[in-house]
């Protein structure tokens, strides 16, 4: 396969294509970056309603037993 330059184009065989059409790494990187981000994000949101809803079904078992205990001593 002969590849050839002339004036800012590259040519592959038939296919030619300019600098400004290469395709930009770093935007590829940075745009799977803000996913894994995205993703994280939406792990940490789920664990913190999970951790609420524990918190609060805790607070419900301690108020059922302070009211066991006080209908005992009473």
């Given at each position: 396969m002969r590849i050839e330059?002339?004036?800012?184009?590259r040519r592959?065989?038939?296919r030619?294509?300019?600098?400004?059409?290469a395709i930009d790494v770093t935007r590829?990187?940075?745009?799977?970056l803000y996913g894994q981000?995205?993703?994280i994000l939406r792990v940490i949101r789920r664990v913190e309603n999970?951790?609420?809803s524990v918190g609060e079904r805790l607070g419900r078992v301690e108020s059922d037993v302070d009211?066991?205990?006080r209908s005992k001593a009473g």
């Open positions: 330059r002339r004036q800012g184009e592959n065989g038939d030619r294509s300019t600098p400004g059409a590829i990187e940075h745009e799977n981000v995205e993703e999970d951790l609420r009211l066991m205990a």
